[in-house]
């Protein structure tokens, strides 16, 4: 990846962050960036997530836990702006 591009595509991951949860610290943005692809991964090829599930039931139960705690920020975030 270019460098420009590179900085380009981490902006937008951080403005994405920040609009879905309200924040975008780095461990908040790596949280989101999982996420966003393991729910794109599990719409697009649901095959792909169900083996890899199988495969690793560890990381699986560490996914479901980043999935709810991005849903609980966002959550959140939305009843604060709601305010």
Known sequence: ???VFAKQ???????????????CNEETKEKVKAWALYSHIAKSMP???????????????????????VKQLNEQYRKSIQK
Not at 9 to 23: D, I, N, P, T, W
């Open 9 to 23: 595509f981490e902006a937008l991951l951080e403005k994405y962050s920040e609009l879905l949860v309200g924040e």
């Open 1 to 3: 990846m270019e460098k």
């Open 47 to 69: 095959s792909l997530i169900n083996h890899w599930n199988a495969l690793y039931p560890e990381a699986r139960e560490e996914m479901k836990q980043i999935v709810h705690e």
